[in-house]
């Protein structure tokens, strides 16, 4: 890796102020640290409808496996493509309900494609492709002869599910022109296993102003009729039902809160979800009548309920539960609710649950009166009368949420002795639509004023010394670094920027199209028709500002956020004559995966907070 880096002394500030810590970052660098993974649209293993085989993803490829034996079969040979690595391999398998073929996409040419194979792998039909990335054109191709018809173009993230019938697959299409999407049905031939016709539009979003998806997922009914699909009509997340041959949507759930994952039963009578309903910083599994009705809380258990999966009665629901300390548990719930959810299994505890400090929801108003809420994490033995030094970690997307479920450097940052805040600015997911567009022309504005009263916060509040006050992010976390120490000098003694952008128009022209598509749409026009919205978020011009020492680091091969961002912006800090150490780390994308290059990132974190907030001087 390469390094600019200022030589600083490894202490915590609970060691120097004479306290014990529990914590190790191997705790914290553990796989049981990340809480688990929520459900993705296509499992990377999936069991045959026979029983018999299984399919999974390895190296890259489809292979199918029986389960009485043998060796498994490679079904798939294309290399990893160019562009993007994070799609760049074949992913996602789903075996058709007949169990003859396996739909998957591949990423082998730079951009997604999606297939239907065999499961011995003789016969491969492409379905859909485009040439942008992480995108899908509807083609049907008879692959030998190496020819095919267009059905539609120019797509992004397809979200291909089959029907429980196995003879159509809904996927969504994002264009430049619809970039929020259109929901679509193709037949499929289940004998040739190819497209049996064009798709059906069984819905057109509205173009979200923030360039947001407003397509998020769908469910098939049983009997293959209706599709259940998480829309945006109301400017919250909510479940609407469309006959899947097409027709009007109806509203299934109203009300604010973020209602996502729809799941029917096998009767058909019931869907399950996930919301935040009661409290934005939580998810519970939900259950509405399939029919129309009032929804109701199937649980009362803390923390993140979710990956609800029916019985095959409809009688009962699983579901994962994860606590704010990491613990997880596996529970079965009665759909009658008669009963408090039974323990299915033994809870896997954590050692965050021992360490003395439970999280917190904290609710402030920024500048212009808008309600923020964040997660506070105090240390351990907190005592009333001493200000601590604080960390503030603002999260990326900028659609991400911070929620009560464990977050393992946060528990770290406050076993070490700091006051941790982790607020949802302006443009979080999980308060609805409007909230979530606040920041629409404004990267850099009204985010910036947010941190500002979170910081206010924590002063106010007695827990914080004003003077010993940090800011960390990655990804959008580290463009509101960036942004933050530029224009709150006097602010923050101490930064840590991890692939951020600090030059809007700059991102646009290294990005994938993708991801150039939606901020050029949030930021309101290209760089050439809205200079103010691009001036209000390139930092570079403001570097003469920066007063606090920065830590810099960025993966060599991140294509989310190009290293020409962190290049540009170390420059510049340079020739400003700022202080500033700069890591980067080979074969890298967008964040660490790497365990050295994740020790090593942490280390020097944690190392660069303790130099210069003085930890020692707590009073």
Not at 57 to 72: C, E, F, K, P, R
Not at 179 to 202: H, I, N, R
Not at 266 to 275: K, L, N, Q, V, Y
Not at 468 to 479: A, E, P
């Amino acid at each position: 890796m390469k390094k600019l880096f200022i030589a600083f002394l490894f202490l915590s500030p609970a060691l120097l102020a004479g306290q014990t810590t529990t914590l190790t970052l191997d705790d914290i660098l553990s796989p049981a640290a990340a809480g688990g993974g929520r459900r993705g649209n296509g499992a990377e293993s999936l069991r045959s409808p026979d029983g018999k085989h299984i399919a999974y993803i390895n190296q890259g490829n489809v292979w199918v496996s029986s389960l009485s034996g043998g060796d498994a079969v490679q079904i798939t040979h294309d290399a990893k493509g160019p562009g993007d690595p994070r799609g760049a391999t074949d992913h996602h398998p789903q075996w058709n309900p007949n169990g003859k073929w396996i739909l998957y996409e591949s990423g082998s040419k730079g951009y997604n494609e999606l297939y239907a194979v065999s499961e011995d792998g003789t016969a491969r039909t492409l379905i859909a492709a485009t040439e942008i990335y992480h995108g899908a054109d509807a083609i049907a191709v008879n692959v030998a002869q190496d020819r095919g018809d267009a059905v539609s173009s120019d797509r992004f993230d397809p979200h291909p599910l089959w029907s429980p019938d196995g003879t159509r697959i809904s996927y969504t299409e994002r264009s430049r022109e619809h970039f929020s999407g259109k929901l679509k049905v193709l037949p499929f031939d289940q004998q040739k296993g190819a497209a049996a016709g064009e798709a059906l539009d069984l819905y057109v979003a509205k173009n979200d102003p923030g360039g947001a998806w407003a397509i998020n997922t769908a469910a098939w009914s049983p009997d293959s009729s209706t599709l259940a699909v998480v829309l945006q009509e109301t400017h919250w997340d909510k479940i609407w039902l469309i006959p899947s041959k097409g027709g009007k949507p109806k509203e299934l759930t109203f009300g604010t809160g973020e209602d996502e994952q729809p799941i029917y039963s096998p009767d058909g009578r019931w869907i399950a979800f996930e919301s935040n309903r009661g409290l934005a910083e939580q998810r519970h599994v939900w259950l509405v009548p399939a029919g129309g009705g009032e929804p109701h809380r199937l649980t009362n258990l803390d923390g993140i309920e979710a990956e609800p999966q029916w019985s095959t009665d409809s009688k009962s629901i699983t579901f994962t539960q994860r606590t704010t300390l990491g613990a997880t548990a596996h529970y079965v719930a009665s759909v009658e609710g008669k009963q408090a959810p039974q323990l299915a299994g033994e809870v896997r505890h954590s050692k965050f649950e021992n360490i003395g400090i439970t999280p917190e929801v904290v609710h402030y108003k920024s500048k212009d009166g808008l309600a923020i809420a964040g997660i506070l994490y105090k240390p351990a033995g907190y005592k009333n009368d001493v200000r601590y030094p604080a960390v503030i970690l603002a999260h990326g997307g900028p659609e991400g949420q911070v929620m009560l479920s464990v977050a393992a450097w946060s528990l770290y940052l406050a076993d070490q002795g700091y006051v941790v805040l982790e607020p949802n600015f302006r443009g979080s997911t999980g308060y609805g639509e409007r909230f979530r567009n606040a920041n629409v022309e404004d990267s850099g504005g009204g985010e910036i004023d947010d941190i500002a009263a979170s910081v206010k916060y924590l002063v106010d509040t007695g827990l914080a010394d004003a003077k010993r006050v940090g800011i960390s992010g990655g990804s959008h976390g580290g463009t509101v670094v960036a942004n933050a120490v530029a224009k709150l000098p006097d602010t923050f003694a101490v930064g840590i920027e991890k692939f951020g952008v600090v030059d809007r128009a700059l991102f646009l022209r290294y990005t994938n199209r993708n991801s150039a598509i939606r901020w050029e749409t949030k930021m309101g026009g290209p760089p050439d028709k809205k200079p103010a919205v691009y001036r209000k978020a390139n930092v570079l011009p403001d570097v003469a500002h920066i007063k606090a020492p920065l830590l810099i680091l960025h993966g060599e091969e991140d294509p989310q956020v190009p290293p020409q961002e962190s290049q540009e912006f170390t420059a510049a800090l340079k020739q400003a004559g700022k202080t500033f150490s700069y890591t980067t780390y080979p074969n890298e994308g967008h964040g660490f995966q790497q365990l050295e290059h994740r020790r090593d990132a942490d280390e020097r974190e944690l190392a660069f907070l303790n130099r210069y907030l003085m930890p020692n001087s707590a009073q």
